[in-house]
C-alpha cells in the first residue's frame, strides 16, 4: 500500500498552502472562518446586545422610578398607618407585642459578641424579648464561648437562650427553622433575625414594628446595610458601591411599586403568622431569605423598606470569602427561579403586572442575564471579534450603553464615584464566577448547594498582627492564591489587546490591557485583605 502522507489531505494548489503545521492550521481556519466561526460570532453579538438592551432598559426604569418615589412618593409613614411606639404607665410592658430575635452563627469566633450585645440593648422591655442565638458551630472552642457569653446577659436579667443542634441539616434555614418550634415562639407575634456580624441601633424594633402592629397585610419591615469595614480595602469599597446600588434602588423601588423585593436575611423583622402561612423556612436552595420572600409575596402579603432604618454589618474582606458568597448569592437565585417559575406564573393572588415584575425584572434579568451578559459580552465575545474583524460590533452596543448602565449604577455610593472604571474591570472579573454559579443553579449542577458560610475578621488582623502566623507549605499556598481561570482569560485578553493594538482601529486595547490587569492580579490572588496564615 502506497504511503500515505497528511499532507496528500490538504490540496497543494490551495492559496496560502505550506508544508509546516503553522500553515495548515493557518489555511484550516480561513476554510472554516467564513462560513461558521463569522456567523456564529455574529450571532454571539446580536445575543449580547439584545442583553445589553434588557438590562440598560432595566437600569433605566430603576433610575426613572427612584426619581419619582425620591420627588413625589410619601414617606413610609405617610404611606401607611403609623404610630409610634409609646410607654404606657397603665399597661406597662403589656402595650408592647413579644418579639423573638434569632441570631443565627457558625463557628463565629471573632464577632459573635457583637449580635449577642446590640441585641441585648434592644430599647424594648425585657419581658416582651426572647433573644435566641442559634449556634451551628463545629469547634466545642467556639461554643463554648459564646454559651458563656450568653449565660453572660441571662445573668444581667435578659430572656436570652442558647440553642444548638444535632445536626447542621439545612444550614441558616433549619437553625431559623428549629428555632420556631420551641414553646415559648407561640407567645410571640414577630421575629427579627440579625446575622452574627450585625448590630442594630437601640430603636430598631421601636421604628419597624409599628408598621407590622397598624398594618395587617405587612409582613415584613426590612432595615438597610450600612458597612463598618467598607474602607478596609479597595474590595470593600468595590462591595459597597455595589451593595448601596442594591438598597437604595432596587430594594426601594421594589417597596415603592410593587411592596415586593427580595429579603435579605437579616436586618429585618418578620410576621411569623406570614412564615407560616408561606410555608416556613425551606432549604432547598442557598437562598432560603429570598425563597421565603417570593413564597410569602405569592400569598399577597406586603414589604416595606425603610432606608433609613439602618444595621451595621461587616463586609467580607478577603477575595476567597467573598468568592464563595458571590457563588451562594448567584447561584441560589438562579435555582430558585428554575423551581418557582411556573408557581409564580400559575399563581392567582396576585396581579399580572406584579407577576411580570418578579418572573422578568427580578429574576430574569437582575439575576441571570447581568451577570451572564457582563462576562460572555465583555470578557468573551468582545475580544474574539477583534481576533475576527469581519464580526461587527456596534459602538453603542459595546461603549455608550454599558457607560450608561455605569453610570446609572453609580448613584447609590457617589463618594466613590472617582472608583468607578476600576469597579467597573472589578465586576467583569466577578461576573465570571456569577455567571458560573448562576449557570449551575439553572442546571442544578453538582455545587448548586454548596453552602459555605462567608467569614467575618472582626478584630483578627489586630489580634494577629501582634503574634508570628504560621508556616505554610508552597503548594498550599499557591492552591490557595493562584486562580487558573482568571489567569486564562488575563492570557486571551491580553492576545486580543496586542492584536487590536498592532491593527484595529476602535482603540478597544486600551480597555482589555486595563482588564488583562484586573484579571490577572485577581488571578494571583492580590485582591482585598491577606490574612496572615490564613
Not at 456567523?39 to 419619582?68: D, H, K, N, W
Not at 430575635?101 to 471573632?110: C, D, T, W
Not at 406584579?354 to 459580552?377: C, E, G
Request: aromatic letters at 14%; one cysteine or more.
Amino acid at each position: 500500500m502506497a504511503e500515505v502522507s497528511a499532507n496528500s489531505f490538504i490540496p497543494e494548489s490551495l492559496p496560502g498552502y505550506s508544508g509546516d503545521i503553522a500553515g495548515q492550521f493557518g489555511m484550516l481556519w480561513e476554510l472554516i472562518k467564513v462560513p461558521l466561526i463569522v456567523p456564529l460570532l455574529q450571532l454571539c453579538v446580536y445575543i449580547c446586545l439584545a442583553m445589553s438592551i434588557m438590562v440598560f432598559m432595566e437600569r433605566l426604569y430603576m433610575g426613572v422610578v427612584i426619581v419619582l418615589v425620591k420627588m413625589f412618593w410619601k414617606k413610609p409613614e405617610k404611606r401607611y398607618n403609623f404610630e409610634p411606639m409609646k410607654d404606657d404607665l397603665e399597661m406597662g410592658s403589656a402595650a408592647f407585642p413579644m418579639v423573638l430575635v434569632q441570631i443565627p452563627m457558625f463557628n463565629e469566633r471573632e464577632v459573635y459578641k457583637i449580635s449577642i450585645g446590640a441585641a441585648c440593648n434592644l430599647s424594648w422591655p425585657a419581658d416582651r424579648l426572647v433573644i435566641q442565638v442559634l449556634d451551628d458551630s463545629t469547634d466545642l472552642g467556639i461554643k463554648d464561648m459564646v454559651e458563656k457569653e450568653c449565660m453572660r446577659w441571662a445573668s444581667k436579667g435578659l430572656n436570652i437562650t442558647y440553642q444548638i443542634r444535632e445536626s447542621r441539616g439545612g444550614y441558616k434555614a433549619g437553625a431559623l427553622k428549629e428555632g420556631l418550634k420551641r414553646d415559648y415562639v407561640k407567645e410571640c407575634e414577630y421575629v427579627v433575625i440579625f446575622d452574627a456580624d450585625f448590630r442594630p441601633e437601640p430603636d430598631f424594633l421601636r421604628r419597624s414594628i409599628p408598621f407590622l402592629i397598624h398594618n395587617r397585610d405587612i409582613a415584613l419591615v426590612q432595615g438597610r446595610w450600612r458597612f463598618v469595614n467598607s474602607d478596609e480595602c479597595l474590595l470593600t469599597r468595590m462591595q459597597e458601591m455595589s451593595l448601596d446600588y442594591h438598597f437604595t434602588v432596587e430594594q426601594e423601588v421594589g417597596s415603592a411599586t410593587h411592596a415586593f423585593f427580595g429579603f435579605n436575611g437579616t436586618g429585618g423583622i418578620w410576621r411569623i403568622a406570614a412564615i407560616n402561612e408561606a410555608g416556613g423556612w425551606k432549604d432547598r436552595t442557598t437562598v432560603e431569605d429570598m425563597d421565603l420572600a417570593v413564597r410569602a409575596g405569592l400569598k399577597g402579603w406586603k414589604f416595606l423598606y425603610l432606608g433609613d432604618l439602618q444595621v451595621k454589618s461587616e463586609l467580607p474582606s478577603t477575595f476567597k470569602a467573598f468568592r464563595f458568597q458571590q457563588h451562594r448569592w448567584s447561584c441560589g437565585p438562579a435555582n430558585l427561579f428554575r423551581k418557582m417559575m411556573m408557581d409564580i406564573a400559575m399563581n392567582k393572588k396576585v396581579t399580572l403586572y406584579k407577576k411580570f415584575y418578579v418572573i422578568y425584572s427580578f429574576f430574569f434579568v437582575r439575576k441571570i442575564i447581568a451577570h451572564m451578559f457582563t462576562f460572555v459580552f465583555y470578557c468573551v465575545v468582545l475580544p474574539l471579534t477583534i481576533l475576527v474583524p469581519e464580526v461587527h460590533v456596534p459602538k453603542w452596543g459595546a461603549i455608550y450603553l454599558p457607560c450608561i448602565i455605569t453610570l446609572l449604577n453609580s448613584v447609590g455610593t457617589p463618594r466613590s464615584f472617582h472608583l468607578l472604571f476600576y469597579w467597573v474591570l472589578f465586576e467583569n472579573v466577578m461576573s465570571f464566577h456569577r455567571t458560573k454559579a448562576t449557570i449551575i443553579g439553572l442546571l442544578e449542577a453538582k455545587r448548586v448547594n454548596e453552602w459555605v458560610v462567608t467569614e467575618k475578621l472582626g478584630d483578627t488582623l489586630k489580634n494577629k498582627s501582634k503574634s508570628s502566623a504560621p508556616k505554610r507549605s508552597l503548594s498550599k499556598f499557591i492552591g490557595d492564591r493562584v486562580l487558573v481561570h482568571e489567569l486564562g482569560f488575563a492570557v486571551l485578553l491580553f492576545v486580543s489587546g496586542c492584536y487590536d493594538f498592532l491593527y484595529g482601529k476602535n482603540y478597544y486595547f486600551v480597555y482589555l490591557f486595563l482588564q488583562t490587569i484586573t484579571f490577572t492580579i485577581a488571578g494571583f490572588g492580590y485582591i482585598g485583605t491577606i490574612v496572615p496564615g490564613n
